[in-house]
Each structure stands twice: as structure tokens, then as C-alpha cells.
């Protein structure tokens, strides 16, 4: 299912209408990618050779074709994340803007070691637009990477923390490989195939480039399809691909714990919230913080720490009766 042509050709005659689970894609620069070696001194002689660059001319139209058809091929819910520099991203954003595709989030993606400059700041970021498609159930799963409760060394909530939208991933060097002109590395491609779809999902990239979305969807043992215009990274890519065994990356992952908030979101009943109150102003009167006592009681039962905390903000102040009682104990 990967095809050696253009992608908005391609996608209108080999794409079914709502066939894709997800799309993840790294359009071109067009910023002449296919001579920025020349500006800055890259050593590109293991670089696959026939980089297909889109003039700035062009890009807004160019922009406005294929998402159309990433819109088209995706499912009701589906969901797709296009990696982008600044310099166009104003055309892609006008581009989605112009599709019924809703805004999930605009992520920002830092990375190491970016584009020197003396006269003006360094650049070391990319801008990730997460869009989905509407009428559907979008796939997002919270705990791809850590249970509600995990925490770091500081006490803050590693899955808060793994969820925030800006993300800090090193891109990957191979010196001495032959490599594409430009690759995502595999650690930002797991974040967004775990959060974002299931085993057995069909993923399309449009512009397949090193095969790193496929290689990284195969590896997470998804489905994969997508376009490259250039036969010189096709025809090297597809043979690396035949080395693969789908599925051979999930060995490698951490598995989160269980959950222990099982109960965050669902329906409070009476009965619960005037038990959770009572249980709290008891812990009150015998001395605990509020915040030990709520974080207890968010994990008695198993409901988020800042659902106890508004409930018991509400509540009165321990009665007269339960002072004494606790007291007497």
C-alpha cells in the first residue's frame, strides 16, 4: 500500500473515501529544502538524492489540494498531525482552515541543536497541527505512557507532564547512514501513533520521505499506506521496509500501571459526595492538610484530586459534634 507518485494524484485514485484511521505527515519545505545544503555547509553525501521540493508560489495551492484529500480519505473521528516549519505555516493553516476539519491542538515540537544564526535567534522548533475530522469518536488514549497517579521526583504528575503541548524530543543523527533529507525521529512518531490510534489502525502519510511514520506504525504493528514522489528514496525505503517485522517494536515499551482513578468522570451520586465530605471533615478535625487529605481521598475513590477538592471547598466546616469526637479520640 505505498505508491511511487504524487500524493494528491495518488490519494484521489487509490484512497477510499473515510479508509484512514490516522494521517502523520511532514510536508515539504518549500523553502527550496533541495539546496539548503549550499547555505550551510552540509555534508549531504549520504543524503538519498532526488529531494522534489514545492516552489513558495505554489505552496498555498499545493497545500489547499492535499489536505483536501487527506479530509476526504480520513474517517469520521479520524484525527491527523501535519509537522511543520514557520516559514509556510500560515498557507497550511489557511489550507485547514479551509477543510471541516476541527482544531484539536497546535503543538510545539523543541528539539536539540537548531538553525544557527548570528543576527537573529536560533531556530529549534517545529509546529505540529493536530486536527480531526467531525462525526466520529476520535481515538485518544490518556495513559499511553503513564497511569493518572504516576509521579515524578518532584511530585508532579508524569501524565500531566507527557500531555502538555510542547514537547522536548531529540531528532536523530546517523552519521555515516544513508538517511533522507529529512527525518522525524521514531520517539515523536510513537507519541503521537500510542496517544492517537489503535493496534491494527490504518495510518497514511502522504509524503513518506524516509518511511519513518511507516516504519514506526509497522513497528507498533499498525497498518500503514502512503506516497513518495521520489523513486530514488521509494525504491532504497521499500527495501529496508522488507526487513521489518510488524509488531517488533511493542517488546520495547513500558507498560503504565493500572490506573487508580477509576472512577474520574462518571456520574457522583448523593450518596458518595456526602460520604466523601463527611470522610474528609473528619480528617480535618483530627489535623490532616487539606492537601494530604484530599490526595487520600482522590485515591479512596478514585476520583481526580481537583473533583474532592471542589467538593470539599463547598462543604461546611466540621460540626461542633465531630470536633469533640475526634478530640475525645
Wanted: proline residues 4%; aromatic residues 12%.
Amino acid at each position: 500500500m505505498f505508491y511511487n507518485c504524487d500524493c494528491i494524484a495518488g490519494a484521489g485514485k487509490y484512497l477510499a473515501d473515510n479508509s484512514l484511521d490516522l494521517i502523520i505527515t511532514d510536508p515539504p519545505y518549500g523553502i527550496g529544502g533541495d539546496k539548503l545544503h549550499k547555505h550551510y555547509n552540509r555534508d549531504e553525501s549520504k543524503v538519498i538524492d532526488g529531494y522534489v521540493e514545492v516552489a513558495e508560489k505554489d505552496y498555498p495551492e499545493f497545500s489547499a489540494k492535499w489536505l483536501k484529500e487527506a479530509e476526504r480519505a480520513l474517517r469520521p473521528g479520524g484525527a491527523i498531525y501535519v509537522v511543520s516549519g514557520y516559514t509556510q505555516l500560515r498557507h497550511i493553516l489557511n489550507a485547514l482552515a479551509a477543510t471541516k476539519l476541527q482544531e484539536v491542538n497546535h503543538l510545539i515540537w523543541k528539539y536539540n541543536f537548531g538553525v544557527y544564526a548570528s543576527r537573529k535567534y536560533v531556530s529549534s522548533h517545529y509546529h505540529i497541527l493536530y486536527y480531526a475530522k467531525r462525526g466520529g469518536e476520535r481515538t485518544f488514549n490518556p495513559n499511553a505512557f503513564y497511569a493518572d497517579s504516576e509521579k515524578n521526583a518532584g511530585g508532579g504528575s508524569l501524565n500531566y507532564l507527557d500531555r502538555e503541548d510542547v514537547w522536548l524530543i531529540n531528532r536523530e543523527y546517523k552519521p555515516g547512514k544513508i538517511k533522507n533529507k529529512n527525518e522525524l525521529p521514531a520517539a515523536l512518531l510513537t507519541k503521537m501513533l500510542l496517544y492517537s490510534s489503535r493496534e491494527n489502525d490504518l495510518i497514511g502519510d502522504f509524503f513518506l520521505g524516509s518511511f519513518a511514520t511507516a516504519k514506526v506504525a509497522l513497528g507498533l504493528n499498525r497498518r500503514a499506506c502512503g506516497f513518495e514522489i521520489n523513486k530514488n528514496a521509494f525504491d532504497y525505503q521499500m527495501r529496508e521496509m522488507a526487513k521489518l517485522r510488524r509488531g517488533e517494536l511493542l517488546a520495547g515499551l513500558r507498560a503504565p500501571p493500572p490506573n487508580r482513578l477509576v472512577n474520574k468522570g462518571k456520574p457522583l451520586s448523593a450518596t458518595e459526595t456526602a460520604a466523601i465530605v463527611e470522610n474528609y471533615q473528619e480528617m480535618a478535625a483530627s489535623g490532616w492538610s487539606k492537601k494530604s487529605a484530599v490526595e487520600k481521598l482522590s485515591q479512596t475513590y478514585g476520583r481526580g484530586y481537583w473533583s474532592i477538592s471542589r467538593m470539599v471547598a463547598a462543604s461546611p466546616p466540621p460540626s461542633a459534634g465531630v470536633l469533640f469526637a475526634r478530640l475525645a479520640e
